[in-house]
């Protein structure tokens, strides 16, 4: 092999090293990153369904306060008491 194809070759086998070296650590961060967003995503979503659920039961007992103050619906019920 000569001088020429030995300084090739060597210069070849570098950069791969070298590039190897770069971005795997480069993939293994993507890997992370990707999931913090996953999370944070999915914590975002939650809050959002939370806060839904919380507006939802409070639009439903403000209704039943009022079905319930209602005369005929507290005669047809007895009287039985109150929310």
Known sequence: MSLRMRIVVSL???SLI???IVTVPLFLGLNRLSEEGTYRELHQ???RISSEIEGRQQLALTT???VASIPEVQRAGGGRGSI
Do not use: K, T, Y
């Open 12 to 14: 070849l086998v570098s």
């Open 18 to 20: 070298a590039i190897a």
């Open 45 to 47: 979503f939650e809050a």
């Open 64 to 66: 039943a306060q009022a």
